[in-house]
């Protein structure tokens, strides 16, 4: 009869801790596609606003005219937002793999990704974003026969 009442003692005990465990992945979850929301907020206001634009200005960026940094962060904006949709299951890996090809086709697409392929690829930590990371350089290196970059 013990025995039967530690068992179920330790059953609640390990399904309590599964759903706090699960409630935290979720929460965590849930953070970072509200970051990912206020991320391409500010990249669309940036994008709007040529002072706004200044401020987003990294080495990558210096030189650039107005019109160049604010389509690099329109671009950014676009890839911010299929990454949330990859995050959060809106997109098939065909799907991703479209929206790559369509986006690294034209002359400002594929130089928003020279700017930026070696930085995603280095914090591209998490599996989802690895592969979210791996859809594009795959549709880059396709395209324009580029060496794979250190991630």
Same mark, same amino acid.
């Given at each position: 009869?013990?025995? +039967? =009442? *530690?068992?179920?003692?330790? !059953?609640?005990?390990? +399904?309590a /801790? /599964?759903?706090?465990?699960? #409630?935290?992945?979720?929460? #965590?979850d ?5 970051? *990912?929301? *206020?991320?391409?907020? *500010?990249?669309?206001?940036?994008a ?6 200044? $401020? @987003?200005?990294? %080495? #990558? $960026? %210096? ?9 690099? $962060? &329109? +671009? ?6 299929? %990454?949330?949709? @990859?995050?959060?299951?809106?997109l098939?890996?065909?799907? +991703? ?6 986006l ?6 594929? #130089?928003? @990704?020279?700017?930026?392929? %070696?930085?995603? !690829?280095?914090?591209a930590e998490? !599996?989802?974003?690895?592969? &979210?990371?791996?859809? &594009?350089e795959?549709?880059?290196? =396709? ?9």
């Open positions: 009869m013990l025995s +039967l =009442s *530690l068992a179920l003692n330790v !059953a609640a005990i390990v +399904l /801790v /599964v759903a706090v465990l699960q #409630r935290r992945a979720r929460t #965590r849930d953070l970072r596609v509200q970051a *990912l929301k *206020l991320h391409v907020e *500010l990249l669309r206001q940036g709007a606003d040529p002072e706004l634009a200044k $401020l @987003w200005v990294t %080495e #990558r $960026l %210096e030189g650039l005219s107005d019109g160049e940094i604010r389509a690099h $962060l &329109f +671009l950014n904006a676009r890839v911010t937002v299929l %990454e949330l949709q @990859w995050e959060t299951g809106g098939t890996p065909g799907h +991703l793999r479209e929206a790559a090809e369509s690294l086709a034209t002359p400002e697409g594929r #130089r928003y @990704w020279e700017r930026g392929r %070696e930085v995603r !690829a280095k914090v998490r !599996a989802t974003k690895h592969a &979210f990371h791996q859809a &594009f795959a549709a880059y290196r =396709s395209r324009y026969g580029a060496a794979p970059v250190a991630g």
